[in-house]
């Protein structure tokens, strides 16, 4: 994963409460062994009308939406069952943080350990900026070190966002690359149990 500080990029609005994972990504297209190509499922369902044409009236294949690299939601986003494919497929597409009211509580775990920054925000906020998202595409810049958002037009807030997440995010970090700067100590112990039954 790559680290960041500051992301700038638009946003893009999805007016929509209790967004479940088997929406996010449906079910069958969970056969895939890789993290990656689960983009092009992206809210499939929704995305994309019976015969395989993009449905021009799902809000992320308006042409202004283009490229977004914020999701603006609604209540309870991530809701259902706990699957980590969800995070994977909005990163594949190209969301870099999702801004909610409210994130189930799996899928907010399973984001930052993905890499998503999944920013909680009070419900008068996220109102405004799926207001604006709905008339119109807009720029929002994310600063993780400061904590805050801010848009185009002089809106600013902050948010909550616990140290260590921050920390790794910042850096760039999964749990598993946590473990190997410690390679050394592992080592030293793995040499100290030789011989030892």
């Not at 042409?63 to 494919?85: D, Q, T």
């Not at 907010?108 to 906020?125: D, R, S, T, V």
């Not at 405004?128 to 595409?137: T, V």
């Amino acid at each position: 994963m790559s680290g960041f500080k500051v992301l700038e990029g638009k946003a893009a609005a999805l007016d929509r409460a209790n967004v479940d994972t088997d929406q996010i990504i449906p079910k069958q297209f969970l056969k895939r062994i890789e993290k990656t190509g689960f983009g092009q499922f992206l809210f499939y369902d929704w995305r994309f009308l019976k015969d395989g044409e993009p449905n021009p009236e799902f809000e992320l294949n308006r042409p202004e939406n283009e490229g977004a690299s914020f999701l603006i939601v609604n209540e309870n986003f991530g809701c259902g069952s706990s699957r980590e494919h969800a995070p994977w497929a909005l990163l594949d597409y190209g969301f870099k943080a999702v801004i909610a009211p409210s994130f189930a509580d799996i899928f907010h775990q399973n984001c930052l350990k993905n890499g998503i920054l999944p920013i909680q925000l009070k419900e008068e906020e996220v109102s405004y900026l799926l207001a604006k998202g709905k008339s119109q595409a807009f720029q929002l810049k994310i600063d993780l070190e400061q904590e805050t958002v801010s848009d185009d037009s002089g809106f600013s807030t902050s948010f909550p966002i616990n140290d260590y997440w921050k920390k790794m995010l910042m850096n760039g970090w999964d749990e598993i690359e946590i473990t190997l700067q410690l390679d050394e100590k592992i080592a030293e112990y793995e040499k100290s149990l030789q011989g030892v039954r």
